[in-house]
C-alpha cells in the first residue's frame, strides 16, 4: 500500500523486540465481541491513485460547476476570483502539514502569518484584536452572542430579521443549552430595513442586538444610531457580515460603533466548496473585552536572545487550560482557510480591496437595472453592495430558480428556500454578482428570466 | 531607511554567537532566512491584483456610507507575495519535513490525491444552494462517505456537519440531552474521566451538565466499580476517549456501557484515537451511543497548522432521530436527498416512519464538504484492507517504541501489557530541575517536532508518542536513538538542555510577557 512504509520484515522485526507473536497479540485488550475475522465487510479493498482519481472525477462530474454558467448565487457565500499564488501558498508542507503551532521555536511561520491576518482581519472590521478564526461565520455569530453574555451578565439576545436564517437557527440551536434567550424575527420585505422596530425590542435585560451588514436581503444602513440605543441599555451591538469584500466600499461596523464584529471570509481566498470550510472572523472594538474572547490569539513577545517572535497567548481562556470554565469547547480554528484569506487579502492591499469592491458594485448596478427591466420584476432595495433582492411578480421564486437551472442558468438564491412556509417571501429572490460575472451573463439571466415568467403568464 | 531586518535582529545586537557562530549583517544564517512582518514591507497603494480603477465620479448606491478613512491594509505584488509567504513557511516545521511524533493528533501523512481531488471544479466551485439538481455528486460524496463511517464504526447513523472534533462533541452531547428530554428525563451530570481531552469537560460545562470525574485504575483504565458506583439516574452520559488518552485500550468497554445504559444513561465515546483501531474494532459493538471522528486525524485530511478539521458524529439507533439538520439520505430510487428544516417532517415520516426530533442547526450550510472529499479519497485508497492495516502499523510502531526505550525512561503503564497507537512517558527520573518541557526543546535541535507533553495530565511530565503508520522503521529508529539520547542527558542533569533549542529560527519564547501586554495586532510605531 503507497502510504505505509513498513516491509513485512520490518513488521517481523518490530514484534520480535516487542516480544509478540503476531499482531493481534497487540489488540489483546480489545473484549471478545468486537473482535473481527478479517476487513471490515461490505466495504472495497484498497484501489490505485488511478482508479481512486476516475470514481472521484465521475461524482464531481454530476455536479454543475458555478464557473462554468452565468451565476448568481449568494446568501453567504461568495464566488470571487482567487489569484493562482494564493493556492500555491496553502499547499506548501510547511504550512499544510504543520500542527496547531503549540511548539513556537519551530512554528514562526504560522504564528507571524496569523499575526498578519489578526491585523487585517482588525482593520477590515474596524475594530481593535480580531482572532486566528474560527470556524466559519454561523458558529462565530453564536460565540459572539455567548461572549456578550459572559461581558454584560445578562442572557437575552435580539437578533436582527434580516440575520441569515442559517446564523439565527444556529444561535438557537445552542441557546436552548444554554438556557439563552433569543428574540428573533421574520424579514420584512421593505426597501429600508427596519432599523426602528430593531431598536425598539432592546431593552435592560438585552445583553446583545445582533445585526447582519449587509443584511440577508443585501440591504445596508447606518448602525451608528442602533449602537447608541443598545449601549444606553447596557447591551453590546454584534455587527455581522457575509461578505469582507464589502468593507472596501462602505464603512466598518466597527466606526460605527459594533462591539463584537464577527463574519464569514469565505469570500477572500477561500473558495465555495459546497459550503465548508469556511472561515469565521471574529474581532472586538474595546481591547478590554479580549480576555472574553473565544478561540485562539496570537501575540507578539521576545525570544531568549531578545528577537521578536510570537506565541498563542491568552490560552488561560481556552479549553486545554480551563477545562469546563473555558470561554468556549474550541480547540480548531480555520487555520488553512485563515491563510488563503491572508494571502489573498496580501495581494489585493487596500488599493486591490477597493477597486474589487467598486467593480463589484459596479456590475451589480448593472444587473439590477437590467433585471428591474424585465416585466413582472422589481427592485426591492434603495442600497445595496454586490446582492440585492428582486421581486417576482405572481411567480415562487423557487420554481423560477428550478426553471432557470433547467436553461442553464444558476440565477440566485430563492427566499423560500431560507424561510420555507413563510408566504410573503416566497416571490423574493436574492441575486448575488460579483467580478466573476460577464455582460454575457447578465443578458442570458435576464433573457431567461424573461422568458419564464413569460410562459407562465401563458 | 529601514534596519536591515526589522524582524528581530537589531545592530547593537551581537546575539547569533552562541555556538561560535559569526554574526551576520542581515540576521539571515545561510537558509535560515528572516522575514518582516506585512506591514513593514507592504503600501497601501500597491497590488498583486489587476482590476479595474476605481472611477470616484462613478454613483454608487451604498446608501450614503461609504468607506472614506483609510482601512489600514497593505498590499504585496505577487513575487513579493510568494516570497515572503515561502520564507514564514520555511520557519514552520510539518510532517512532509520530518517526523511529527504529536501524541492525540495524530500528524500522519496528508496524500496529496486527497488534495488533487478536492480541488476538481466539480466539488471545490460549487456553491451549497444550488438546486438539488445540479449538486447530485457533492450529495453523493456526502453520502458514501457516511456510508463508510457507518460500516466502520458500526453504528446506526452519521451526522455529518459539525466543523471539527470539538463541535462534533457538542453535537454528540446535544443529542444525548435532546434524547433524554424527549423522555422527560432531566439529568444533570456528565462523567468524564481526569485523562480526558480539555474539550470534554468544556462541552459538557457548554450543554449545561455538571462535570464530575471518573477514577482511574493504576493500570491507567477506567475504574470500572467505582465507575458503577456514581451511575444513577442524575447521571445524563459518560465521556470515555477509547483508546484512551495513555495510549491504553478500555478493556471493559463494553461492561462500562452496558452498566451506563441500564442506569438510563448513554455513552458518548471521544473518536479523537479512532486511527487506532480503524478497521479492526466497531466501536458500535462495544455500545457506544455517539462518537466524533476528526476527519483531519484518522482519514488524513491536513491540519494546516490548526484547522480546518472536519467531526462528523456517528450516532446510534436512540440518537439518530434528534441529529442536526441538515442530512443527506439515499431513498430506494437512488436519489440522494438533501433534509434541511424544511423536508424534514415529511421526510422522516414517509422514509423512517416517524417525525424526526431533531435538535436544530450546528453550522450555516451542510458541513465541510473539502474534508469529506479528501477522506473519501483517503477511505478509497486504502479500502477495508488497507485501513485494518493502518491501525495494525500505528500500534505497532507506537508498541516499537515503547519497548525501545523503557528501560531508560519512566513509562508508567508500560507493565499493564501493549499500548494502542501511542506511548506514553514521564520525567520523574530527570535530574537537576529538568523537566520534559527541557527534552522536548532538545528534540527540536535533534530535528524532530516534539511529542504531546504535560497530557494527559495523570501522568507527571507527561510525553505522549504518537508514530502513526506512515513512519518507516528507519525514521523511527532515528528518532529513538535521539529520544534515548536526550533522555539520559536529562536524567544525568545535562543544563544545556534548560537552554534548548539552538538551532530553530527562535530561542525559547517569552510568553509570560506576551499573556502580561498582550500585543495581538501590529500599530504602526511613532517614529
Known amino acids: 500500500m503507497r502510504y505505509l512504509p513498513l516491509t513485512d520484515t520490518d513488521r517481523g522485526d518490530m514484534l520480535a523486540k516487542i516480544g509478540a507473536d503476531n499482531i493481534d497479540d497487540l489488540f489483546v485488550d480489545v473484549p471478545e465481541v468486537a473482535r473481527l475475522d478479517g476487513p471490515i465487510r461490505g466495504l472495497p479493498m484498497h484501489a490505485?491513485?488511478?482508479?481512486?482519481?476516475?470514481?472521484?472525477?465521475?461524482?464531481?462530474?454530476?455536479?454543475?460547476?458555478?464557473?462554468?454558467?452565468?451565476?448568481?448565487?449568494?446568501?453567504?457565500?461568495?464566488?470571487?476570483?482567487?489569484?493562482?499564488?494564493?493556492?500555491?501558498?496553502?499547499?506548501?508542507?510547511?504550512?499544510?502539514?504543520?500542527?496547531?503551532?503549540?511548539?513556537?521555536?519551530?512554528?514562526?511561520?504560522?504564528?507571524?502569518?496569523?499575526?498578519?491576518?489578526?491585523?487585517?482581519?482588525?482593520?477590515?472590521?474596524?475594530?481593535?484584536?480580531?482572532?486566528?478564526?474560527?470556524?466559519?461565520?454561523?458558529?462565530?455569530?453564536?460565540?459572539?452572542?455567548?461572549?456578550?453574555?459572559?461581558?454584560?451578565?445578562?442572557?437575552?439576545?435580539?437578533?436582527?430579521?434580516?440575520?441569515?436564517?442559517?446564523?439565527?437557527?444556529?444561535?438557537?440551536?445552542?441557546?436552548?443549552?444554554?438556557?439563552?434567550?433569543?428574540?428573533?424575527?421574520?424579514?420584512?420585505?421593505?426597501?429600508?430595513?427596519?432599523?426602528?422596530?430593531?431598536?425598539?425590542?432592546?431593552?435592560?435585560?438585552?445583553?446583545?442586538?445582533?445585526?447582519?451588514?449587509?443584511?440577508?436581503?443585501?440591504?445596508?444602513?447606518?448602525?451608528?444610531?442602533?449602537?447608541?440605543?443598545?449601549?444606553?441599555?447596557?447591551?453590546?451591538?454584534?455587527?455581522?457580515?457575509?461578505?469582507?469584500?464589502?468593507?472596501?466600499?462602505?464603512?466598518?461596523?466597527?466606526?460605527?460603533?459594533?462591539?463584537?464584529?464577527?463574519?464569514?471570509?469565505?469570500?477572500?481566498?477561500?473558495?465555495?466548496?459546497?459550503?465548508?470550510?469556511?472561515?469565521?472572523?471574529?474581532?472586538?472594538?474595546?481591547?478590554?473585552?479580549?480576555?472574553?474572547?473565544?478561540?485562539?490569539?496570537?501575540?507578539?513577545?521576545?525570544?531568549?536572545?531578545?528577537?521578536?517572535?510570537?506565541v498563542l497567548t491568552l490560552s488561560t481562556r481556552e479549553q486545554h487550560i480551563r477545562r469546563e470554565k473555558a470561554t468556549s469547547n474550541i480547540c480548531t480554528n480555520s487555520g488553512l482557510c485563515a491563510l488563503a484569506f491572508s494571502v489573498h487579502m496580501t495581494l489585493l492591499g487596500e488599493k486591490g480591496l477597493r477597486e474589487l469592491a467598486a467593480e463589484n458594485h459596479r456590475l451589480a448596478c448593472l444587473v439590477a437595472d437590467r433585471l428591474a427591466q424585465v416585466p413582472g420584476v422589481s427592485l426591492l432595495n434603495n442600497a445595496f453592495f454586490n446582492e440585492f433582492t428582486i421581486m417576482l411578480d405572481g411567480k415562487p421564486a423557487r420554481d423560477v430558480v428550478r426553471d432557470l437551472a433547467d436553461r442553464g442558468v444558476l440565477g440566485g438564491v430563492s427566499l423560500g428556500r431560507l424561510y420555507p412556509g413563510d408566504e410573503r417571501l416566497q416571490q423574493a429572490l436574492l441575486v448575488a454578482v460579483t467580478e466573476t460575472t460577464t455582460e454575457d451573463d447578465i443578458e442570458t439571466l435576464a433573457t431567461q428570466l424573461e422568458a419564464i415568467i413569460k410562459e407562465d403568464a401563458q | 531607511m529601514n534596519a536591515p531586518n526589522k524582524s528581530g535582529w537589531k545592530p547593537h545586537m551581537e546575539v547569533a554567537d552562541s555556538n561560535g557562530e559569526s554574526v551576520t549583517t542581515t540576521g539571515n544564517r545561510a537558509l535560515m532566512l528572516e522575514e518582516s512582518l506585512l506591514f513593514e514591507i507592504g503600501h497601501a497603494e500597491t497590488t498583486g491584483v489587476d482590476l479595474p480603477e476605481v472611477d470616484p465620479k462613478a454613483s454608487t448606491r451604498l446608501g450614503g456610507l461609504e468607506r472614506d478613512g483609510a482601512i489600514g491594509l497593505v498590499g504585496l505584488t505577487e513575487p513579493e507575495t510568494v516570497r515572503h509567504y515561502t520564507r514564514l513557511s520555511r520557519q514552520n516545521y510539518g510532517i512532509d519535513l520530518g517526523f511529527f511524533p504529536l501524541g492525540s493528533c495524530t500528524m500522519k501523512h496528508n496524500p496529496r490525491l486527497n488534495e488533487k481531488m478536492a480541488r476538481l471544479p466539480g466539488f471545490a466551485d460549487v456553491h451549497p444552494l444550488q438546486p438539488v439538481s445540479t449538486i447530485q455528486g457533492a450529495l453523493e460524496v456526502v453520502n458514501e462517505l457516511a456510508h463508510w463511517l457507518i460500516d466502520l464504526t458500526g453504528m446506526n447513523s452519521v451526522a455529518m456537519s459539525p466543523k471539527a472534533g470539538a463541535h462534533g462533541e457538542l453535537c454528540g452531547i446535544l443529542?444525548?440531552?435532546?434524547?433524554?428530554?424527549?423522555?422527560?428525563?432531566?439529568?444533570?451530570?456528565?462523567?468524564?474521566?481526569?485523562?480526558a481531552h480539555g474539550t470534554n469537560p468544556a462541552t459538557a460545562a457548554f450543554a449545561n451538565y455538571r462535570v464530575e470525574n471518573i477514577p482511574a485504575t493504576p493500570a491507567g483504565r477506567v475504574d470500572l466499580e467505582a465507575l458503577k458506583a456514581r451511575l444513577g439516574p442524575d447521571v445524563a452520559a459518560v465521556m470515555i476517549t477509547n483508546p484512551n488518552t495513555c495510549g491504553l485500550f478500555e478493556p471493559d468497554f463494553r461492561e462500562i456501557s452496558d452498566a451506563v445504559h441500564a442506569a438510563g444513561g448513554f455513552v458518548y465515546?471521544?473518536?479523537?484515537?479512532?486511527?487506532?483501531?480503524?478497521?479492526?474494532?466497531?466501536?458500535?459493538?462495544?455500545?457506544?451511543?455517539?462518537?466524533?471522528?476528526?476527519?483531519?486525524?484518522?482519514?488524513?485530511?491536513?491540519?494546516?497548522?490548526?484547522?480546518?478539521?472536519?467531526?462528523?458524529?456517528?450516532?446510534?439507533?436512540?440518537?439518530?432521530?434528534?441529529?442536526?439538520?441538515?442530512?443527506?439520505?439515499?431513498?430506494?430510487?437512488?436519489?440522494?436527498?438533501?433534509?434541511?428544516?424544511?423536508?424534514?417532517?415529511?421526510?422522516?415520516?414517509?422514509?423512517?416512519?416517524?417525525?424526526?426530533?431533531?435538535?436544530?442547526?450546528?453550522?450555516?450550510?451542510?458541513?465541510?464538504?473539502?474534508?469529506?472529499?479528501?477522506?473519501?479519497?483517503?477511505?478509497?485508497?486504502?479500502?477495508?484492507?488497507?485501513?485494518?492495516?493502518?491501525?495494525?502499523?500505528?500500534?505497532?510502531?507506537?508498541?516499537?517504541?515503547?519497548?525501545?526505550?523503557?528501560?531508560?525512561?519512566?513509562?508508567?503503564?508500560?507493565?499493564?501489557?501493549?499500548?494502542?497507537?501511542?506511548?506514553?512517558?514521564?520525567?520523574?527520573?530527570?535530574?537537576?530541575?529538568?523537566?520534559?518541557?527541557?527534552?522536548?526543546?532538545?528534540?527540536?535541535?535533534?530535528?524532530?517536532?516534539?511529542?504531546?507533553?504535560?497530557?494527559?495530565?495523570?501522568?507527571?511530565?507527561?510525553?505522549?508518542?504518537?508514530?502513526?503508520?506512515?513512519?518507516?522503521?528507519?525514521?523511527?529508529?532515528?528518532?529513538?536513538?535521539?529520544?534515548?539520547?536526550?533522555?539520559?542527558?536529562?536524567?544525568?542533569?545535562?543544563?544545556?538542555?534548560?537552554?534548548?533549542?539552538?538551532?530553530?529560527?527562535?530561542?525559547?519564547?517569552?510568553?509570560?510577557?506576551?499573556?502580561?501586554?498582550?500585543?495581538?495586532?501590529?500599530?504602526?510605531s511613532e517614529e
Open chain 2, 175 to 195: 443529542c444525548i440531552r435532546a434524547a433524554l428530554e424527549a423522555r422527560g428525563d432531566a439529568r444533570e451530570v456528565v462523567l468524564v474521566p481526569e485523562s
Open chain 1, 48 to 310: 490505485s491513485e488511478m482508479a481512486v482519481e476516475r470514481h472521484m472525477k465521475r461524482l464531481a462530474g454530476k455536479n454543475t460547476v458555478a464557473g462554468d454558467v452565468p451565476f448568481f448565487l449568494g446568501a453567504g457565500a461568495y464566488r470571487h476570483h482567487v489569484p493562482a499564488s494564493v493556492d500555491t501558498v496553502i499547499q506548501r508542507g510547511e504550512f499544510l502539514t504543520a500542527y496547531t503551532p503549540y511548539q513556537p521555536e519551530i512554528a514562526q511561520g504560522t504564528l507571524q502569518m496569523l499575526f498578519e491576518f489578526q491585523t487585517q482581519v482588525a482593520n477590515l472590521y474596524g475594530c481593535a484584536v480580531a482572532n486566528a478564526s474560527l470556524y466559519d461565520g454561523s458558529t462565530a455569530c453564536w460565540e459572539a452572542v455567548a461572549m456578550a453574555t459572559r461581558v454584560t451578565k445578562k442572557n437575552r439576545a435580539v437578533l436582527s430579521g434580516a440575520l441569515h436564517p442559517h446564523y439565527s437557527e444556529v444561535v438557537k440551536t445552542m441557546a436552548q443549552f444554554t438556557g439563552d434567550v433569543i428574540a428573533d424575527a421574520q424579514p420584512a420585505i421593505q426597501a429600508e430595513p427596519d432599523m426602528a422596530g430593531l431598536t425598539a425590542r432592546i431593552d435592560e435585560e438585552t445583553a446583545c442586538v445582533v445585526v447582519q451588514y449587509p443584511d440577508i436581503l443585501g440591504r445596508i444602513s447606518d448602525l451608528s444610531e442602533l449602537a447608541d440605543a443598545a449601549h444606553e441599555k447596557g447591551a453590546l451591538l454584534v455587527a455581522v457580515n457575509t461578505e469582507p469584500v464589502a468593507l472596501g466600499a462602505i464603512k466598518s461596523p466597527g466606526e460605527m460603533g459594533a462591539d463584537i464584529v464577527v463574519g464569514e471570509g469565505q469570500s477572500i481566498g477561500v473558495g465555495l466548496q459546497f459550503g465548508g470550510p469556511y472561515l469565521g472572523l471574529f474581532a472586538v472594538r474595546n481591547p478590554k473585552h479580549v480576555r472574553q474572547m473565544p478561540g485562539r490569539l496570537c501575540g507578539e513577545t521576545v525570544d531568549a536572545e531578545g528577537k521578536r517572535g510570537f
Open chain 2, 269 to 524: 465515546c471521544d473518536g479523537a484515537n479512532f486511527n487506532a483501531i480503524v478497521g479492526k474494532v466497531r466501536p458500535g459493538d462495544l455500545g457506544v451511543d455517539a462518537m466524533h471522528i476528526n476527519l483531519h486525524k484518522t482519514f488524513s485530511t491536513p491540519h494546516g497548522g490548526g484547522g480546518p478539521g472536519s467531526g462528523p458524529v456517528v450516532l446510534s439507533e436512540a440518537l439518530a432521530p434528534f441529529m442536526p439538520l441538515p442530512y443527506t439520505a439515499r431513498t430506494a430510487d437512488g436519489v440522494v436527498h438533501l433534509i434541511e428544516e424544511e423536508q424534514a417532517d415529511d421526510f422522516a415520516r414517509e422514509h423512517f416512519g416517524g417525525e424526526l426530533s431533531s435538535f436544530g442547526r450546528m453550522t450555516a450550510f451542510h458541513g465541510q464538504m473539502g474534508m469529506f472529499t479528501r477522506a473519501l479519497t483517503y477511505m478509497l485508497s486504502h479500502g477495508a484492507d488497507g485501513l485494518k492495516q493502518v491501525a495494525e502499523d500505528a500500534v505497532l510502531n507506537a508498541n516499537y517504541i515503547l519497548r525501545s526505550l523503557e528501560d531508560v525512561l519512566h513509562a508508567p503503564f508500560a507493565d499493564s501489557g501493549p499500548c494502542m497507537h501511542e506511548a506514553l512517558f514521564g520525567d520523574k527520573d530527570f535530574g537537576n530541575g529538568l523537566s520534559t518541557l527541557d527534552l522536548a526543546k532538545g528534540m527540536i535541535d535533534e530535528g524532530f517536532h516534539p511529542m504531546t507533553v504535560y497530557f494527559p495530565l495523570v501522568v507527571h511530565g507527561a510525553m505522549l508518542v504518537e508514530p502513526t503508520e506512515t513512519e518507516s522503521k528507519s525514521s523511527i529508529d532515528q528518532f529513538i536513538t535521539a529520544f534515548r539520547s536526550l533522555a539520559e542527558r536529562a536524567i544525568a542533569g545535562d543544563e544545556s538542555l534548560k537552554h534548548a533549542p539552538y538551532y530553530a529560527p527562535r530561542r525559547r519564547l517569552d510568553e509570560t510577557a506576551a499573556a502580561r501586554k498582550p500585543k495581538l495586532t501590529w500599530v504602526p
